[in-house]
């Protein structure tokens, strides 16, 4: 029997010249001092991606490279958000499956350029796949939305799933009920099912955020823009490099399970068949929490859930074409969803089949 107190698994060593490598390649990442720099990561997996650039056949695994760096007092201290505070009650996350499963979307907005106006960007990433979009327009509507999503499917894919939060431009009308905005009916009649996030909880929406927040510290605050079209092509370098990042990550270090999927692509089509859009079948989800009071509101009206369930999180679905709207609540991760109750939720106009892709092209 080994009585040897040395532990089984030992640290990685890598020669003097590859330490140097290393500790050469973080100094440069950490400058953003040139063109190929300007947006990249700094971490262990930007430095293996680096080597991987270099030629360098045999790479060091990730804890070795951050080794090397914590031994060269290479580690720069991050700012962080004050961090949400873990509830115990259950959150009803979606599991995304497959690229293409879920988006989340966002708007950074009000920006001012200087001498020009007002921006306001639009951002999106696949939460499977982290691959990110996002352009600028002068105005935050519904219109815009559309205009940087029909690109964007055209480019990356229809989605299952996008995740929203409450947003005026995402959802419509801020006071009339049962009132479905341009954006809503768009994905409604292309098969996308919308998933609101709770009231005045961003962090619901982790991946995207994430991906705002760099895009505020990374390309934002540290150059000035002349006007919209300079922050286009310099947004497009960001995207490109959290692209390119992302994609070397997912395939080199990745351990989530791929299902088997279909990417559809949206094809060109008119923009102008696309006003005054029908509401038509299909589900629109909202995640909640039950006030003190047992309610929830979706779309602008309260619905009576349970003072039992107060401060649970409830999953809403309206059903158009049966004119119903659907709760269940999960009480833990293990848990089965139960349906809690089901109410007619009848639209203030007909709801019709959906219009085919060739209708648009």
Known sequence: ??????????????DESLENKIVEIR????????????YSNIGAVAIHQELNKAGYRSKPNLSTINRVIKRNNLIQTKRRNRSNKESKVHYPVLPARYPGHTYQLDLVTPRYISGYGKIVSVNRIDVYSSLANLNQYQSKGADSIIEFILEDWKEYGIPLYLQLDNEASFRGSVYHPRTFGKLTRFCLNFGVQLIFIPFNEPWRNAHIESFNSRFNDRLWLIQKFTDLVHLRIESQKFKNKHNDYQQYRKENFSKQKLQSYTTRLLPDIRHDLLVDLAI????????????????????????????KLSFEYIWATILTHKSEVKFFHKATKESKWVMVKSVEYRLREIVKDRIPFEYFL
């Open 1 to 14: 029997m080994d009585l040897s107190k040395e532990p089984n698994k030992k640290h990685s060593k890598i």
């Open 27 to 38: 100094k440069m990442l950490m400058t953003h001092s040139t063109p190929a720099t300007k």
């Open 280 to 307: 038509t079948k299909g589900k629109v989800h909202f995640i909640r929490l039950v006030n003190e009071k047992g309610y929830i509101n979706i779309f602008n009206e309260d619905f009576y859930i349970s003072t």
